[in-house]
């Protein structure tokens, strides 16, 4: 009776013309309530009953109350919804369909109807795809259209086929065509007798890399790089040239990938196999003594036969003496020692000239046939994947002077720097901690590389933290930029066009080169799609693995296990750690820091946490925790500090 009178309206409109508002986003949280993110910089308190309107990630515009010291939001006017395609679970409630979105923070079952499911069946608890159509801020409810199915509720894949429909990639092998034609345009010279070989994990299938490494007169290592020419088999007009340009890369997860290209032409046909003859496109080049890339270089096609498929931990074992099970015969050993000692001078040259990242260990989920963890193995980045990756980190820095030489056309892996916006802020930081600089200095490519070898020098893990959130992002660009980041004046792979549409596109352009001939570069849609299908693969692998992780680790919380866990980021609820055992991340409350979580202070812009006025934990600082619990249904893990490990 009230809701509609117009007096009542008009008094509320009044009264709202004195009140503050500000624009923000929402920060949903488990227990109902949020807070609002306002673009000042401000954070205020939305209360559960106004939270029952918005979601979290929502952009709206909020009135602010005061009473007494406390602020608080009250939603008004959307401005734009988060949620729009979404992944959702089946629940029927009194036989009315409603679809509980597959979010940590958003809880509220959502009315749904079906559309396009032809004769397609759900029943509670089965995995959907599901569009908003309203929003309760702007059209006075929440109601959604279930538009897809992806697994049922007992479905043991439903991870891998949840995780891929979230991010709208695609789960089905591509179908291989009843005949492909080899065409090739080049003349190919022949070097089926030189000793290549490849070295890769023990399980894989596409190889598309094969190395032969010798020596100069002048003492100088010289490398040639045979890469698998797909391109020789896919046309640019092809419907297989489609279907890899949609893709855009390999998927790959733990325990499954889904391949660009249809297997037996990944796997198979263009894979470099021990022991076949493979179509391959080359580069050779040669480093000095100082490791620094000779400018000479050359591109050419060739026939080549890998002799030896070798696997990273052999060859590591071997270098690295650790173990003499396996013995390579002479020639094989006197490449893979120059090979090692190739992959030291380019590293260290790239550490006193470019930028080097600091390495990291890699998780290897072990899975049955179910896919259930067996076990996590801890992978670290040992000689052999060292070698590899200098050898192909040159021919792609090789590629890009190519492309620079033939009018800078190519797809390129580029990096900004700092984001130009928050230079201003970036300087002021640094000299807070005693870093004098000029924006200039550091915005140009020179300049970041002296700032990342001092930031290195400094070992501070908050002041990194801070300004990686002021660094622009890795894209992939179709002219040629710089690549902070790397420290290189250009960056364009080609090395994994089995895995990599932009690696087939590159492979083209330099083809033309060898023939004066000419292929089309990369269209901006095109890099725009393989930039967001690099950032959907990444987001897949991150969210299978916390699915995996959370049910490897159920077991802990009643074993009481104790993890050693690293401070990776501290915010206003308390702080995220990586266990270094098995690379899973948890979360600890401020709740479960101290008795009193009032004396708990989050100090986000230092990346510390104080308690009762002193600091307890900082960005970098290694823990000791217990699981203290796992929500199967969010994939939430919350540990709790522990002050020694149990004997």
Not at 231 to 242: C, F, G, Q, R, V
Not at 600 to 614: F, R
Request: charged letters at 25%.
């Amino acid at each position: 009776m009230f809701r509609d009178n117009p007096l009542l309206s008009q008094l509320k409109q009044n009264m709202r013309q004195n009140t503050p508002s500000v624009e923000g986003t929402v920060k949903g949280t488990e227990r109902g309530f949020g807070f609002l993110e306002a673009d000042d910089g401000e954070s205020y308190f939305i209360a559960p009953p106004h939270m029952k309107k918005i979601m979290h990630g929502d952009r709206i515009k909020a009135y602010i109350e005061t009473n007494g010291d406390k602020t608080s939001a009250e939603p008004d006017t959307l401005v734009e919804a988060k949620l729009t395609r979404f992944i959702a679970r089946i629940s029927m409630t009194k036989n009315k369909l409603t679809v509980l979105a597959d979010s940590p923070v958003i809880n509220m079952p959502i009315r749904a109807k079906l559309v396009g499911l032809g004769k397609q069946k759900v029943n509670d608890g089965d995995w959907v795809v599901a569009q908003l159509k309203s929003h309760a801020l702007k059209d006075g409810s929440f109601a959604a259209e279930v538009t897809g199915f992806v697994a049922t509720a007992t479905d043991p894949n439903a991870p891998w086929w949840v995780t891929l429909a979230r991010q709208n990639l695609a789960k089905d092998v591509p179908a291989m065509p009843d005949s492909v034609e080899f065409k090739d345009d080049t003349t190919r010279i022949d070097l089926t007798d030189k000793p290549f070989f490849t070295i890769d994990s023990a399980s894989t299938q596409d190889m598309d890399d094969a190395l032969f490494v010798e020596k100069t007169a002048e003492g100088n290592l010289k490398v040639t790089v045979a890469i698998a020419d797909p391109t020789s088999y896919i046309p640019a007009d092809s419907e297989l040239n489609k279907i890899a340009a949609e893709r855009a890369f390999t998927v790959y997860l733990p325990g499954r990938n889904i391949p660009m290209m249809p297997r037996e032409l990944s796997d198979s046909v263009c894979s470099l196999v021990a022991g076949e003859k493979r179509p391959t496109l080359c580069c050779t080049y040669t480093i000095n003594e100082d490791g620094a890339l000779a400018e000479e270089f050359k591109f050419f096609t060739a026939w080549i036969t890998s002799q030896h498929k070798l696997s990273y931990t052999q060859v590591s074992n071997w270098i690295e003496e650790e173990s003499t099970e396996w013995q390579p015969e002479a020639q094989l050993a006197e490449q893979l020692q120059s090979l090692a000692t190739f992959a030291r001078h380019r590293q260290q040259w790239r550490k006193n000239n470019a930028i080097v990242f600091p390495d990291q260990p890699d998780y290897s989920f072990e899975l049955d046939d179910s896919g259930n963890v067996l076990a996590i193995h801890v992978e670290h980045r040992r000689i052999a994947n060292q070698m590899i990756e200098e050898t192909m980190v040159a021919a792609n820095i090789t590629a890009a002077r190519l492309f620079r030489q033939n009018g800078d056309v190519g797809v390129f892996n580029t990096h900004a720097g700092f984001d130009p916006e928050k230079i201003d802020l970036v300087v002021e930081l640094l000299t807070e901690h005693g870093i004098e600089c000029t924006k200039e200095h550091i915005q140009s490519l020179p300049g970041y590389v002296e700032l990342q070898r001092t930031l290195a020098e400094k070992a501070n893990p908050a002041l990194d933290s801070r300004l990686r959130r002021m660094q622009s992002y890795s894209i992939i660009s179709a002219s040629a930029e710089r690549h902070f980041a790397m420290g290189l004046d250009g960056y364009a792979t080609w090395t994994s066009p089995i895995r990599k549409y932009g690696d087939i596109i590159n492979h083209r352009l330099i083809k033309a080169t060898l023939t004066n001939g000419s292929a089309p570069s990369a269209t901006e849609d095109e890099v725009i799609l393989m930039s967001e299908r690099r950032r959907q693969h990444r987001m897949a692998e991150r969210d299978i693995s916390s699915w995996l992780y959370v049910d490897y680790l159920t077991p802990a919380v009643e074993s009481k296990q104790v993890f050693e866990a690293s401070i990776m980021d501290v915010n206003r609820g308390g702080l995220r750690v990586r266990l270094l055992e098995n690379g899973a991340v948890a979360f600890i409350p401020a709740s479960l820091l101290h008795d009193n979580k009032k004396e708990v202070k989050c100090l986000v812009e230092t990346g510390q946490i104080s308690i009762k006025d002193q600091v307890e934990y900082s960005l970098g600082d290694v823990i000791y925790v217990n699981i203290a619990e796992i929500n199967k249904e969010k994939r939430n893990i919350v540990a709790k500090p522990v002050e020694k490990i149990a004997s």
